[in-house]
């Protein structure tokens, strides 16, 4: 016989339209009250329950058994798990793929915890939904090649906590990934040309939260991030870019970790798209790699070795602060372009470095900078490396150290080229070498 011919009445009613069967909560039996049932068909899963009951007057036990019935029976379109911990001591056995277009999902206020030993992959979905639910001790928590949602999910995790892989398209909808201090793990990998949508994502003490790897496209909004300082070898960062597409991040904040944001470098540059995002507090730099178009919108970058060292790369700044740096600020060489518009340099350890055949445009004729470089114990806005020969700078209409290197009370200058040599020894607004100039 087969599993759809076995199917309880109470099931086929439902099915064809008739009244569905009472709540499990209305029963009085062990899925949680506070479980909002979907439509259409549900089996309930309970560590009280037996694998012999139906999942519907009765909850089954394992998720094993729930997703066996789901899998034989397309009208089923969800799981519910009571509040209880699922693990091989309880009978489940995993990986599990999860039939498409189902949904799987615990109690709102969590405690349904699926647990494996360390060593096996956890959840595999394609086209469905998991939520409400915390996964722990898989090598990958969740993986997936199609239309996948995570919703209000907790993962802990030593190793990755999801990967995207092909085509998949994930969206992400408050997900808080933990990790163990020194574990080093990562939180999000895409690979090939998935794609990532994440709203809300939290993260801590991971080495990792998005590596965006192929030609993947990644849009994250509202994210907390915690990093890791200890996972520095070999370089990495919380933002890990080597794909031929793009990365989107905006209204966040990341905290800690070796750097903020890497970009590997591709054939193709990366296309970064930042927007009132902090980055703080990195061992080493807030932005860094080489080959991507950056164009960053407000927010902050504070407290690293440096704010950004990269090459080959056109990088665009509007109404940022960048302070408290323990190096310079910026380091720009190798075929790199940097904009600066309303930005504001604050107690770094000295400025803007140029050196190679880089660009610098900081404000010109019809458009000025609005910039405002007001640096520590070094060099205060732009710095020109000696060896530069024959390189030009504009900085036209930005606000400098006051009464310093001929600035004003108010830090400005009449407007007009300065040929160098200018600077190069103590508490200055800008080195040029002699055959050099800069345009204010």
Known sequence: MSAFRVLPAALLLAACGFPRPERVGDAGLDAPTDTEIPPGISIRVAGTGDDANDGSTQPVKTLKHAIGLAAANPGITSIVLATGRYASDGGETFPYTVPANLTILGPAGGGAILAGSTTELGMIVNDGTLQDIELERFTVAITTTGNAHLTNLHIRTGATAVRAETSAKLTVDKLDIAGTAGACA???ELHGAAELVATTLGTNALRTTVDARDQSVVSVSHATITGDSNCGTPRTGVFLASTSKSLTL??????????GIYFVGTQTPTQATVQNTVIRNTKELSITGERFVLDMHGGELSSGSD???????????????????????MTISAGQKLTLRNCMFLNNGSGVYLFGNGVIDAGVTGDPGNNIFQNGVGTAGIDIDAGVNGAHVSAVGNTWRPSVQGADLNGHYASGPMPGPLGYSGQVNFNVPATGTIEL
């Open 186 to 188: 990562s939180g999000l």
């Open 250 to 259: 905006s209204d966040s904040s990341i905290d800690g970790g070796d750097n």
């Open 307 to 329: 704010a950004l060292a990269s090459s080959d790369s056109t990088a665009t700044f509007v109404g940022v602060t960048i302070k408290q740096h323990r190096g310079f600020a």
